[in-house]
T-cell receptor, first 117, second 115 residues
Framework: AQKVTQAQTEISVVEKEDVTLDCVYETRDTTYYLFWYKQPPSGELVFLIRRNSFDEQNEISGRYSWNFQKSTSSFNFTITASQVVDSAVYFCALSDDYGGSQGNLIFGKGTKLSVKP | SQTIHQWPATLVQPVGSPLSLECTVEGTSNPNLYWYRQAAGRGLQLLFYSVGIGQISSEVPQNLSASRPQDRQFILSSKKLLLSDSGFYLC??????????????FGEGSRLTVL
């Protein structure tokens, strides 16, 4: 069975601190995709990144970075020098569906990040 | 550019009443369409998806139904709401095509409270 676990329910940091959001996944498939989505207070989810199971290179995008480690089935997300605008709920998701229901993502329960000034 | 809208944004309904949430997408054709539900303290759960007009797939058994009367319109309905139907409902779309996509574009959400 596929599963995504985000053990951190809530995290609170002070602005400019670095913060890492953990994500651990389970799947039996060798081909799969991992995602991070951001849900700001306005409600709509915003796509951040997609990673396929064959690409373990870490990725950096501005203050955001992602660490994908197949050996530990983890796909962690780090925000460097956090800002108040980073406050949101962050979801990690897994897709092992190729074709068909392409939006059938399996989401974790989310981590609520609060960045205080 | 593509946009997605859903309404109403907020809804308070008594148990046993009907429900209709609407979602429309602009700026693209033949999108895949999805209804997700986000219950308090839980992740997002896929309820329905559609790959074309009149084609609806249900992921979980429930008293909700979905319809796609037009290419870019997706409707979530219920004949009789239950308390457990309360939650935040999100409509989303993605590009069609082979292979996994995963890049979903979400609407603003509809918060449903059933009393």
């Amino acid at each position: 069975a596929q599963k995504v676990t985000q053990a951190q329910t809530e995290i609170s940091v002070v602005e400019k601190e670095d913060v890492t959001l953990d994500c651990v996944y389970e799947t039996r498939d060798t081909t799969y995709y991992l995602f991070w989505y951001k849900q700001p207070p306005s409600g709509e989810l915003v796509f951040l990144i997609r990673r396929n199971s064959f690409d373990e290179q870490n990725e950096i995008s501005g203050r955001y970075s992602w660490n994908f480690q197949k050996s530990t089935s983890s796909f962690n997300f780090t925000i460097t020098a956090s800002q108040v605008v980073d406050s949101a709920v962050y979801f990690c998701a897994l897709s092992d569906d190729y074709g068909g229901s392409q939006g059938n993502l399996i989401f974790g329960k989310g981590t609520k990040l609060s960045v205080k000034p | 550019s593509q946009t997605i809208h859903q309404w109403p944004a907020t809804l308070v309904q008594p148990v046993g009443s009907p429900l209709s949430l609407e979602c429309t997408v602009e700026g693209t054709s033949n999108p895949n369409l999805y209804w997700y539900r986000q219950a308090a303290g839980r992740g997002l759960q896929l309820l329905f998806y559609s790959v074309g007009i009149g084609q609806i797939s249900s992921e979980v058994p429930q008293n909700l139904s979905a319809s796609r009367p037009q290419d870019r319109q997706f409707i979530l309905s219920s004949k009789k709401l239950l308390l457990s139907d309360s939650g935040f409902y999100l409509c989303a779309w993605s590009q069609t095509g082979s292979g996994p996509v995963g890049e979903l574009f979400f609407g603003e959400g509809s918060r449903l409270t059933v009393l």
